[in-house]
């Protein structure tokens, strides 16, 4: 047991610094409508659901942060969420993120824009965080994968070997706090693999598929439909 | 140019022999509704709309043949097709479609439960097949992935290196036969797998986003939403 069954402060961190390229939009993606509410408050209010003493930041690229405040009231969205301006990347908007939170705490780091991570991956992610220091939720790979070579040629890779990762990604704040003040990422990575190139051993548990990320306009549709479904089942 | 400007007769192997294990549902995927549609009849369309005179051969579950009949009667479906009786799995079902087939055609395996390929990428796959000898459509992955070692331990992998297999994968049909005929897979592979395990380069092409495997329950959600979007825009 990392923690010996103390009861730990647990800070969700939600990166929403996007600025909204991928979508081929003015507007960013987490600002898009799901049901009629931007993708932000349903990611927002997936953690507040799992538990409402959970302490929620939305780190926001400041260009859209009024933008946010107005969507706020117009919605009347009142789960209370702090604030804050995010970085010219996502390495950046966590860094920022992360200053002021104290060693000795659980942060769940999560992308804005997965609105339809599960109650379960959730849990099972802060669960194991607590037992093991670290948590990241993933799922199997269905489909065949290739590797592409140097030569640029490509083979065959096993895909049973290979999941693909999800957040919400849970550290013991320190390591994720380490991690991000010691190491500067050569290229972009998650944050499983920036505290694992600070030497920590990262711990899988099951995400769950529908935890979609939002990147691409069809991904909108996507999740609007499995949105419906779950709210009519 | 791998075949010198010849015209090539060109055959779709449509390989929906499951028997719905894993929907957990009696009714295997393929015959699923989508937009009031059996899934196989949207897969079989996408081919036929690309260019009428490909010859189409689906392969069903023996057990789902008459079945298949029915619903073809019911749905007013006229679309040509030869219907063959699929094998124990998903090889020898592609084994006993590639019966009767010569040399020197193109041949298109396309995954039954794949109903959203675009017509772009049965056209790509078509071309550099015909200029290369095979192609195979693939996708980049979006997410962070993590490969699982044999101690059971897991590290990031650099999913740039790494691209999502989809279907139709197209191969000069003697290649196809002579890998069906060599090779006894020891595990689960596609067919560009086996070509390549009997020593031919394979061909990645461009495939489509939307062209996903309908495996789960919530995969027939979001094939459904595509759809309505593809037919509303």
């Given amino acids: 047991m990392f923690f ?28 898009h409508l799901i049901m009629g509410q931007p993708v932000l408050m349903h990611t927002i209010r997936a953690f507040h659901d799992f ?22 009231s117009y919605n009347e969205f009142f789960i209370p969420h702090q604030v804050i301006a995010g970085g ?30 599960s109650q379960d ?15 990241v939720p993933c799922i199997e790979i269905k489909e065949s994968i290739r590797k592409i ?22 550290f013991e704040s ?18 499983a693999g920036l505290v694992e190139k600070s030497g920590c051993r990262i711990y899988l548990v099951k995400g769950n598929e529908e935890n979609i990320k939002i990147t691409h306009p069809h991904d909108l549709i996507i999740a609007e439909a499995l949105f419906r479904q779950h709210h009519s089942s």
């Fill in 51 to 72: 538990d409402p003493s959970l302490k929620i930041t939305v780190v926001i690229h400041d260009q859209f942060i009024r933008h946010w405040k107005e969507l706020c």
């Fill in 4 to 31: 010996n069954n103390k009861v730990l402060d647990r800070i969700v961190l939600i990166v929403a610094g996007g600025s909204g390229i991928r979508m081929k939009s003015l507007v960013p993606k987490q600002f």
């Fill in 88 to 117: 010219k990347n996502r390495f950046e908007s966590v860094k920022k993120g992360l200053q002021g939170i104290k060693p000795g705490c659980l942060v769940a780091v999560h992308d804005g824009v997965r609105p339809l991570v």
């Fill in 149 to 170: 070579e140097k030569d640029g040629s490509n083979m065959q890779a096993e895909r049973r070997n290979f999941r693909i990762i999800q957040t919400p990604q849970v």
């Fill in 174 to 191: 320190s390591l994720l706090i380490n991690a991000y003040e010691s190491i500067v990422p050569e290229e972009i990575t998650d944050d």
């Fill in 121 to 135: 991956t959730i849990g099972r992610c802060f669960e194991t965080a607590f037992e093991c220091g670290n948590a």
